[in-house]
């Protein structure tokens, strides 16, 4: 009897072991450059795009770094993003988007995207603008900022350089706040909230920068004047 009983442990102790060595399914999501089938397919705020997972343009996300085969950062937050993480979220329709409070530091050569507005009555900027609740012509070279870096108003009237890939610079005031709170709704022209990381320029800056406003979102880098 005892030598049975010891058979029995043994056998119970090998089929244990071996349950332990077999892989669960696997629920991880892929990172930049994997390839997908659906949004869910991809981590954090990475989505699908042309079967392979990337950043999204519409949140502004330079999680991926841009371009295939690029290595993913060990990290959701790019380097030059420090600590600047989502304060929360806001669904607009049937997609959720990131808030934030803050941006990311500002260097002497600080990365951002460069958006265009529309900063007149009846343009895509939505109400007035924040510095001096005051629409503007579209020829001047004016920016809102995203909320981190708009400061809470402390920018207001400010110059700021702008430096396009191709070389070119405009100096550019900062009038308002790029949302990156709020949005979805009329004072917002109901579009989403900015992403923490952008400038968003008149007609007049993306001229003078050499750039084509179709292009939609553009990688700069900005600094005080």
């Not at 442990?9 to 089929?15: A, E, I, Q, R």
């Not at 659906?38 to 990337?54: A, E, R």
């Not at 990311?104 to 007149?120: I, M, Q």
């Not at 070389?167 to 709704?185: I, L, P, Y």
Request: proline share 6%.
């Amino acid at each position: 009897m005892a030598n049975l009983n010891l058979v029995l442990s043994l056998s119970l102790s090998f089929f244990f072991s071996i349950i332990t060595l077999v892989p669960l399914p696997s629920s991880a999501v892929s990172s930049c450059n994997d390839p997908c089938r659906t949004l869910d397919d991809c981590q954090g705020q990475l989505i699908c795009i042309h079967s392979k997972c990337n950043d999204d343009p519409d949140v502004g996300t330079h999680i991926c770094g841009g371009g295939e085969g690029t290595s993913p950062p060990s990290t959701t937050l790019s380097d030059d993003q420090g600590d600047c993480q989502p304060s929360g979220s806001l669904t607009c329709g049937d997609k959720s988007y990131p808030t934030y409070t803050c941006s990311p530091p500002v260097t002497s050569l600080t990365p951002a995207k460069l958006t265009n507005n529309d900063f007149g009555p009846g343009g895509d900027g939505g109400a007035e603008s924040e510095c001096d609740n005051s629409y503007h012509n579209n020829t001047e070279s004016i920016v809102a900022l995203s909320t981190g870096w708009f400061n809470g108003g402390s920018m207001c009237g400010k110059m700021i350089s702008i430096t396009a890939s191709n070389g070119n610079s405009v100096t550019a005031m900062v009038v308002d706040e790029c949302d990156s709170r709020r949005g979805c709704d009329e004072e917002h022209d109901y579009q989403q909230p900015c992403g923490n990381n952008v400038v968003d320029g008149s007609d007049a800056v993306w001229t003078n920068l050499g750039l084509n406003t179709d292009d939609g979102v553009v990688d700069v880098t900005w600094s005080m004047a």
